[in-house]
């Protein structure tokens, strides 16, 4: 938890919110099944979402994570002197990452038909964008590519790729976060959250050792992409397909 002095009115409030979240969290639950159950089921075009992806992973806030989030939002809030605003009636709007939906794919050239697809899923699953898709990126390349398949990018000094949808049902009652990410990225993902999230590691050597793990994997990332690239240009030459 964040080391900051709370007023007793501080507390009393993000504990009302995080009882308030622990005795509601199955509306979240339900929606992720829901959204689940679309996602194995999902196509374009005739090309299953499945084909595409390596494994999904879905997981509710720890009600622990919960508080620590509305602390350090608190703080925030007080520090640059704006109101918190979260209360019960918009805290499963608010805070959008309650509930989370991870999907896991091999290669970054699969994310332009995995894009279209979510997207086409969400149509048909009565369910909207709560805000525009955007990718976390950290080089001009991962830039050029994904702003190419439409989606907005933001720069992070993290040195990781990831595309994040914030979603809700038309009843606008709540919102989950779909995340999708290669498998190279998804091991610095995890040790960086373990570890390094959401304060950084006091160890400098610790710290710099997973900004190294962080160009490992993208470098990994693009290797895959290289020898999928260099598989597809054999496959056409060796069928006579090559344009």
């Known amino acids: 938890m964040p080391d900051q002095k709370m007023t007793k009115e501080h507390e009393t409030a993000i504990d009302a919110l995080v009882a308030h979240y622990i005795a509601n969290q199955s509306l979240i639950r339900r929606f992720l099944e829901s959204v689940h159950a679309q996602i194995l089921d999902a196509t374009n075009e005739g090309e299953p979402l499945s084909e595409l992806v390596h494994s999904v992973k879905r997981r509710m806030k720890a009600p622990d994570g919960l508080k620590d989030k509305l602390i350090r939002k608190l703080v925030t809030c007080e520090s640059s002197g704006q109101a918190f605003d979260v209360t019960a009636d918009n805290l499963f709007l ?15 050239q699969q994310m332009g038909q ?3 697809i979510l997207l086409d899923l969400l149509d048909k699953a009565q369910c909207d964008l709560y ?24 720069v992070n000094t993290r040195l990781y790729s990831s595309v994040h949808y914030v979603i809700q049902p038309r009843s606008k009652t709540l919102t989950c976060e779909i995340e999708v990410r ?18 950084a590691h006091p160890s400098l050597a610790c710290r710099e050792q997973i900004k190294a793990l962080a160009r490992v994997a993208s470098s990994c990332s693009r290797l ?5 690239a260099s598989h597809d240009d054999w496959v056409a030459r060796t069928t006579g397909t090559l344009r």
Request: proline share 3%; hydrophobic share 35%.
């Open 94 to 108: 608010r805070i959008n990452d309650l509930g989370g939906y991870r999907i896991l794919h091999l290669h970054t």
């Open 182 to 199: 290669t498998l190279a990225d998804e091991i610095w993902g995890e040790i960086d959250h373990r570890i390094n999230y959401p304060q």
């Open 224 to 228: 895959v992409d290289s020898i999928m």
């Open 131 to 154: 805000e525009k898709p955007f990718a976390n990126i950290w080089d001009e390349e991962s830039r050029a590519y994904f702003e190419g398949i439409g989606i907005h990018t933001e």
């Open 114 to 116: 995995i894009h279209a």
